[in-house]
T-cell receptor, first 116, second 113 residues
Framework: GENVEQHPSTLSVQEGDSAVIKCTYS??????FPWYKQELGKGPQLIID?????GEKKDQRIAVTLNKTAKHFSLHITETQPEDSAVYFC???????????????FGKGTLLTVNP | KAGVTQTPRYLIKTRGQQVTLSCSPI?????VSWYQQTPGQGLQFLFE???????NKGNFPGRFSGRQFSNSRSEMNVSTLELGDSALYLC????????????FGSGTRLTVV
């Protein structure tokens, strides 16, 4: 089955710096790659996603890149703010079929701390 | 619009008991999935329901089961609870065929003592 590796497990940056989190996946059939942010006491919140027919996607300070050949995708956060502090999860999936959705396989998470 | 609602938020049970957790998806979302989150194993897929049918199942023992009702609300049940079942149980819903654009609830924190 699919295996998703995520690095680093912890990341500490100064406010205003950039943060990069990297993930690799094993199943070449995976075609959907979301990123989730989880704050204490809350469920994961989708912050950005990318599909395999796109190499890069950006939403304000957040961007995701995908290298299908290397089976590698990354989350980039620019101009970090203290409120960006949370646990970030990458995930991979084979998408959907017949209305049903394939499962998400998650990385182990990255604890991002943005120091004021 | 209202998000994914999970009840109860917290639950304490004794080994050997059974428990039922409830999930109300976002209105219009017909696909509901359940995940278990623990510090050691991270987020692991339990099962997915669509149109009242279990479509996909993760690698969990038969003590874990679920169902979906005609209004898309879902329940999961864990029988003969073990200490290792202590976890945050998350429900997520999405529109069918939307490539997994899941919205998660805040979860039910289950503690087995």
């Amino acid at each position: 089955g699919e295996n998703v590796e995520q690095h680093p497990s912890t990341l500490s940056v100064q406010e205003g710096d950039s943060a990069v989190i990297k993930c690799t996946y094993s199943d070449s059939a995976s075609n959907y790659f979301p990123w989730y942010k989880q704050e204490l006491g809350k469920g994961p919140q989708l912050i950005i996603d990318i599909r395999s027919n796109v190499g890069e996607k950006k939403d304000q300070r957040i961007a995701v890149t995908l290298n299908k050949t290397a089976k590698h995708f990354s989350l980039h956060i620019t101009e970090t703010q203290p409120e960006d502090s949370a646990v970030y999860f990458c995930a991979a999936s084979k998408g959907s079929s017949g209305g049903s959705n394939y499962k998400l396989t998650f990385g182990k998470g990255t604890l991002l701390t943005v120091n004021p | 619009k209202a998000g994914v609602t999970q009840t109860p938020r917290y639950l304490i049970k004794t080994r050997g008991q059974q428990v039922t957790l409830s999930c109300s998806p976002i209105s219009g979302h017909r696909s509901v999935s359940w995940y278990q989150q623990t510090p050691g194993q991270g987020l692991q897929f339990l099962f997915e329901y669509f149109s009242e049918t279990q479509r996909n199942k993760g690698n969990f023992p038969g003590r874990f089961s679920g169902r979906q009702f005609s209004n898309s609300r879902s329940e999961m049940n864990v029988s003969t609870l073990e200490l290792g079942d202590s976890a945050l149980y998350l429900c997520a819903s999405s529109l069918p065929g939307q490539g997994n654009g899941y919205t998660f609830g805040s979860g039910t924190r289950l503690t087995v003592v």
